[in-house]
């Protein structure tokens, strides 16, 4: 395995009270008088001002990627079939932040217990699927029970995708900003340790939220960092490729880059800069995202798995499962 280090206006939320569905599903859909601003309506207003905690850490050695490699007990790449075969603990709850279907969020917690309250720091782990309503949260769940067996809470949201109402841009940023403010109303969370990871199209989704982490912070949700696996991060280029999910990025954006270049701009995380600390994982061997996105974002520490293809990132019994543990805690760790 091959790791290679490269150095290259929001609105207020009002949220209402956690209704119980039953045991384990709560409503955080705000009754019809409270209604939130989307971010994307105040992105040209003056930023929150925010004290970035800029990542100073030196990337794994030699010895690591051995260990890494040897914890891994499948051949790289996988196909999406074999994550979609893993079986995987159910959540421990199930929250809806609003009144469509995909509109909930799924909460896994570390240990045996089915209610929060042990103070977990909490990974937002955003799925991929191209955008597309036929790819849903399911795939990663997973990959979210086994991150919850490593000590982390992880808030996995649905949200809307193209093929479904208010699915593509902005309605499925809205619907993740929605999401991860939702974290507010969930009890026993440690919120000042929250970081976001999001995988492929997720990951597109995961660095867009990273930008409103001062929104975020005026609510005590305190984003440390971010990690992309596979993460599309320059969608004006992504849009112009010829791939599966490259054709769908003008479905998603609402047009090509020539049609709506506003889109494109809010929405890139190449456009957007960096934001938070952020580490990029990437296989050499992705068919569907080149490993050039990974290098579209400047200042973003990367990070290259020798022979690992596109859904190698999302399974845990691969090494890069071990990368990606390792990635996490590297962003929980205090400023030197």
């Given at each position: 395995m091959n790791l290679n280090l490269w150095r290259e206006g929001w609105g207020q939320v009002s949220l209402c009270s956690i209704h119980a569905v039953d045991a384990t599903k709560r409503d955080l859909t705000p009754p019809p008088s409270i209604v939130y601003n989307s971010p994307l309506n105040f992105y040209s207003r003056d930023r929150v001002s925010m004290s970035i905690r800029?990542?100073?850490?030196?990337?794994?050695?030699?010895?690591?990627?051995?260990?890494?490699?040897?914890?891994?007990?499948?051949?790289?790449?996988?196909?999406?079939?074999?994550?979609?075969?893993?079986?995987?603990?159910?959540?421990?709850?199930?929250?809806?932040?609003?009144?469509?279907p995909s509109q909930f969020a799924r909460l896994w917690l570390p240990g045996v217990s089915a209610e929060p309250g042990n103070g977990s720091p909490v990974i937002v782990l955003?799925?991929?699927?191209?955008?597309?309503?036929?790819?849903?949260?399911?795939?990663?769940?997973?990959?979210?029970?086994?991150?919850?067996?490593?000590?982390?809470?992880?808030?996995?949201?649905e949200y809307r995708r193209v093929g479904e109402d208010g699915g593509g841009w902005p309605g499925t940023a809205d619907d993740v900003y929605a999401a991860i403010m939702s974290l507010q109303v969930v009890p026993g969370l440690d919120l000042q340790q929250v970081l976001l990871a999001g995988h492929s199209a997720g990951g597109q989704l995961a660095l867009w939220a990273a930008s409103q982490a001062p929104a975020f912070a005026s609510h005590n949700i305190i984003v440390q960092g971010v990690v992309g696996l596979a993460a599309i991060t320059d969608l004006e280029a992504y849009a112009r490729g010829s791939n599966s999910c490259e054709k769908v990025t003008p479905q998603f954006m609402g047009g090509t880059p020539e049609?709506?270049?506003?889109?494109?701009?809010?929405?890139?995380?190449?456009?957007?800069?960096l934001q938070l600390p952020t580490i990029l994982v990437h296989g050499s061997a992705d068919p569907l995202v080149s490993p050039a996105q990974a290098h579209a974002l400047v200042g973003a520490e990367v990070i290259n798995i020798e022979g690992a293809g596109h859904f190698d990132l999302i399974h845990p019994h691969i090494a890069a499962f071990q990368v990606l543990v390792a990635a996490l805690n590297r962003l929980l760790e205090p400023a030197p």
């Open positions: 800029l990542c100073s850490v030196v990337l794994f050695g030699v010895l690591f990627s051995r260990i890494a490699l040897a914890a891994g007990s499948m051949t790289m790449p996988v196909a999406f079939s074999d994550v979609e075969a893993l079986p995987a603990a159910a959540a421990a709850a199930e929250y809806r932040y609003g009144a469509a955003i799925h991929g699927g191209c955008w597309l309503q036929r790819y849903d949260l399911v795939h990663v769940s997973s990959l979210a029970a086994a991150l919850a067996a490593r000590g982390f809470a992880v808030w996995v949201p049609q709506v270049p506003e889109h494109y701009a809010t929405a890139s995380p190449a456009e957007l800069g």
